[in-house]
């Protein structure tokens, strides 16, 4: 069985592992991801690049959740002659749907710009989508002759799989991207049992997060304190997972009377549509998430709380006076209507921007957290005045001390009754050089497994 590293190599993004194996119908390849890399002009450029395989030649993919970096280029994939089928959990397939073609439409756009023709079209997503194969966690199936798979809850975002496979006698773990429970709307993440091998996140794999149970007060603390200076509270969110988290939240503050009723927007159409599949999958919350849901309380919907899908509905949040707080794509800030939300209060010094995600080398956002004292946005020079606030709490990835516990699972330290395995190797991905570098060494230390950040390209035998 051989593994090469096509992307998320000592970098954030480009998730995309491809999996050669045996059958006794003869040899097999198959795809983890096939995710865009993103967070700066010189790691999009890579998007273009041809894969290092043949896309013909693939027999499936296995796709750990939809987000972009993960997903986002499948319908290459498909362009170059993917036929096989696209398994996914029921909401990373729903959600899926709704985020290729709105990669399409910024793709078309930036090309349009850069003067050159996108690198897949309409008609690979429509194509691509159709593939779709839902799969349900726990539940395990023959991909082929002696290669099985089985789905695990990551708790990352809705939907989101630790993937398991068997084959060749070996047991090996994807994790996808792991997350940081406990989390507002989802279930912890399931752990890797009896494993030979895991590839796992490391995009937190150098740091500890801040302590979860503050997390909560820190935000109030946040929203309160912008609502006193009379600004704006503008939050560049992910439109899955956490812009459904920040409404969950908003919804518990506003219903316990713990923030006074102001205007607050969510202006982004992609984590508006995100939302509803949100609402369809009730299921895949946690108890207490349910528990609300049941009771008739409306998890994305609270007074003062206003869904902005157009364009002109966007500019008028302008008109709207101070205090208000504003959720808008893109979590990095490198598109997206928040730049034109930053572009406009960014230099107000009663105003607030509050970072709840991981910020890429190279980003607008990452500029702004490091304290740029001005930035550019569309060709103007903005001031940066406003008070920059950031809540690591809030990452869906989890941070290095959980990544250990998770593989000490695969060590046998399990609850009675459990049966664990022996890890032979880890391979830490999806974080930058010094993180997957750092959480390799961390593993070697502190579990006495071998441990390796891989580089891209790189193929490893198991």
């Not at 069985?1 to 390849?29: D, H, W, Y």
């Not at 399990?414 to 050089?433: I, M, N, S, Y």
């Amino acid at each position: 069985m051989r593994i090469t590293f096509c992307g998320a190599a000592q970098t954030v993004t480009g998730s995309n592992f491809l999996v050669e194996t045996g059958s006794p119908a003869g040899e097999l390849k198959f795809l983890v991801d096939c995710g865009m890399f993103q967070g700066s002009l010189q790691a999009e450029a890579h998007n273009k690049d041809p894969f290092p395989y043949d896309a013909g030649s693939i027999s499936a993919v296995l796709l750990t959740h939809s987000h972009a970096d993960h997903s986002g280029r499948l319908p290459k994939l498909y362009k170059d002659g993917f036929r096989g089928p696209l398994y996914a959990t029921p909401p990373t397939l729903d959600m899926t749907r709704v985020a290729l073609p709105d990669n399409l439409s910024l793709l078309t756009s930036n090309a349009k710009r850069e003067q050159h023709e996108p690198f897949y079209t309409a008609e690979d997503v429509e194509q691509v989508i159709a593939l779709g194969s839902p799969v349900s966690y726990g539940q395990e199936f023959e991909l082929a002759s002696g290669i099985n798979i089985i789905f695990h809850d990551a708790g990352h975002i809705l939907g989101s799989a630790i993937i398991e496979v068997q084959t060749e006698g070996k047991r090996v773990y994807f994790s996808g991207d792991l997350g940081n429970p406990p989390a507002p709307l989802l279930r912890s993440f399931e752990y890797p049992l009896n494993a030979d091998y895991v590839v796992v996140d490391a995009t937190y794999g150098n740091r500890i997060h801040e302590d979860r149970s503050r997390r909560l007060e820190k935000f109030r603390q946040v929203v309160r304190d912008t609502i006193t200076r009379g600004g704006t509270l503008m939050i560049p969110s992910f439109a899955i997972e956490r812009t459904q988290e920040l409404l969950f939240e908003l919804n518990g503050m506003a219903n316990a009377g713990e923030i006074p009723p102001i205007p607050m927007f969510i202006d982004s159409p992609l984590a508006i549509r995100m939302t509803e599949v949100y609402q369809k999958y009730p299921q895949y919350f946690n108890t207490e998430a349910m528990q609300l849901v049941r009771s008739g309380d409306d998890l994305f919907n609270f007074p003062g709380l206003k869904y902005m899908r157009t364009a002109e509905e966007s500019k008028k949040i302008n008109d709207m006076p101070a205090p208000k707080v504003i959720i808008a794509g893109s979590g990095m800030s490198n598109g997206g209507r928040i730049q034109h939300h930053e572009r406009r209060y960014l230099s107000d010094p009663n105003s607030s921007i509050l970072f709840i995600g991981f910020q890429a080398e190279g980003t607008l956002g990452r500029r702004i957290f490091d304290g740029a004292p001005e930035v550019r946005i569309f060709d103007e020079t903005v001031p940066v005045r406003c008070h920059i606030q950031a809540i690591g709490g809030y990452s869906a990835h989890a941070d290095q001390p959980m990544i250990i516990d998770w593989l000490t699972c695969g060590q046998g330290r399990l609850p009675a009754g459990r049966q664990g395995g022996k890890l032979k190797r880890v391979f830490t991905v999806h974080g930058e050089a010094d993180s997957t570098v750092a959480l390799a060494n961390a593993v070697k230390e502190k579990l006495s497994v071998d441990a390796l950040a891989p580089t891209s390209g790189q193929t490893v035998e198991l």
